[in-house]
């Protein structure tokens, strides 16, 4: 089976960067992606990984290590805005189709 | 068009009651998906539909029965549902099973069984 750990907390000041970790267990990978959500809102998609190295996409970078199964997303210019819970997401193989698993969430906390 | 569109917004039904939870988009995806979500979790994958079938069941009870008419509605209908079901219910579509295509979500239904 799949397993995806994440930090279930993070706080950092605004204007800040900080850096949320996730590691993965999984078979036929075939990429990561990081997911937003606002409490009571939808999770809404931030960036995908398919290969190693960053993707920069505005504030919000991300990036992927095949090899040591592991990506983070790096989030700069931290806004109160921010605040919310990110999840990495592993597409993978099951049974022959692909399918999304989502990762234990980190809670991000922006302070002044 | 970029929306996914899920109705109704809350939901409290009894253990007795059947009741189904509704699904739209129109951007033209040919994958859709239902997670369930419980507070302070990351969203647990259900079911996809790929081009209208069934693709995957993630050994989900009987009493969750999903249904897709057509490319671009998808119904959760519910009946004899326990208390422990009661949690945010989110349809999502993609434009396939591909690589990379990412999900989007609709806002989902917060369903409370009583």
């Known amino acids: 089976g799949q397993s995806l750990e994440q930090p279930s907390e993070v706080t950092a000041v605004e204007g800040a960067i900080v850096q949320i970790n996730c590691t993965y267990q999984t078979s036929g990978f075939y990429g990561l992606s990081w997911y937003q959500q606002h409490d009571g809102g939808a999770p809404t998609f931030l960036s995908y990984n398919a290969l190693d190295g960053l993707e920069e996409t505005g504030r919000f970078s991300s990036f992927l290590s095949r090899s040591d199964s592991y990506g983070y997303l790096l989030l700069q210019e931290l806004q109160m805005k921010d605040s919310a819970s990110y999840f990495c997401?592993?597409?993978?193989?099951?049974?022959?189709?692909?399918?999304?698993?989502f990762g234990t969430g980190t809670k991000l906390q922006v302070i002044p | 068009d970029t929306e996914v569109t899920q109705t109704p917004k809350h939901l409290v039904m009894g253990m007795t009651n059947k009741k189904s939870l509704k699904c739209e988009q129109h951007m033209g995806h040919r994958a859709m998906y239902w997670y369930k979500q419980k507070a302070k979790k990351p969203p647990e994958l259900m079911f996809v539909y790929s081009y209208e079938k069934l693709s995957i069941n993630e050994s989900v009870p009987s009493r969750f029965s999903p249904e897709c008419p057509n490319s671009s509605l998808l119904n959760l209908h519910l009946h004899a549902l326990q208390p422990e079901d009661s949690a945010l219910y989110l349809c999502?579509?993609?434009?396939?099973?591909?690589?990379?295509?990412?999900?989007?979500f609709g806002s989902g239904t917060q369903l409370s069984v009583l």
């Open positions: 999502a579509s993609s434009l396939g099973q591909g690589t990379n295509e990412k999900l989007f």
């Open positions: 997401a592993v597409r993978d193989l099951t049974g022959g189709y692909q399918k999304v698993t």
